[in-house]
């Protein structure tokens, strides 16, 4: 990771912008949604492998920065949806996409179920996943 | 399945508060099969999408608007060792990819 940052510093015009944009492991919230309510339905769980990840390309970046790379300009979390039709459909995809780094816990798994099964004819399935976005800039 | 990924927009939102493509030169780290890139390409004067996964770079490929055929271009370089000059670049974006 640092070797590549340091050959976007190298590729990068002086005053360049390098744009860091990741999801951020933070037990994301499980909603059902309809157009009328959403309804939090538990939390996913945060594996070691995807923490490990999030501390590595913080550390890459700390480097970075300490190597007088790049300078933070700003930084700003927001929220990013992953929108399912069914409660079956996300259990699928964190099972067969996710499955290293974020788990659904049964309880969370029932809850999200029932939400989704009494709920409105509109209903889906989301996860509220937390995304950071910082402006960095070339020294 | 169905699946939409952020149905209300808001990485495009903040991606363009916190930067302005306009007119620049830009690269994608990671760009898979470049959802992100198309939400902005259209401004630069150039993008180069990376990303070692060559089956993502022939879908991004397909799926790449007529009218950013001039624009936008792919490599399935590594970011460890980038094929271009120095100081090719105005904008470098890791995308989901640090």
């Known amino acids: 990771m640092v070797h590549a940052l340091s050959e976007i510093q190298r590729v990068l015009t002086p005053d360049g912008i390098l744009i860091d944009l990741r999801p951020i492991l933070d037990h994301w919230h499980v909603e059902v949604a309809s157009a009328r309510e959403v309804r939090e339905t538990g939390r996913v769980q945060d594996f070691p492998m995807g923490l490990a990840d999030d501390e590595a390309a913080n550390r890459a970046m700390a480097t970075a920065e300490s190597n007088r790379w790049f300078k933070r300009e700003s930084e700003e979390f927001f929220p990013l949806y992953y929108s399912w039709d069914s409660a079956n459909e996300i259990e699928e995809w964190i099972h067969d996409e996710w499955e290293n780094f974020i788990g659904l816990g049964d309880e969370t798994k029932q809850a999200t179920r029932s939400a989704w099964a009494l709920g409105d004819g509109d209903s889906r399935v989301r996860v509220r996943v937390k995304m950071l976005l910082t402006r960095w800039r070339k020294i | ?98």
């Open chain 2, 1 to 98: 399945m169905t699946l939409f990924k952020d149905p209300e927009g808001n990485e495009k939102k903040h991606l363009h508060r916190s930067v302005n493509f306009n007119s620049k030169r830009v690269l994608e780290i990671g760009c898979g099969e470049g959802r992100l890139m198309w939400q902005y390409a259209s401004a630069s004067s150039l993008t180069i999408g990376l990303d070692s996964d060559k089956n993502a770079l022939r879908v991004a490929s397909i799926d790449r608007p007529t009218k950013l055929d001039n624009k936008v271009h792919f490599s399935a370089a590594q970011a460890e060792y980038l094929p271009f000059r120095k100081e090719t670049f105005d904008i470098a974006v890791l995308a989901w990819s640090l």
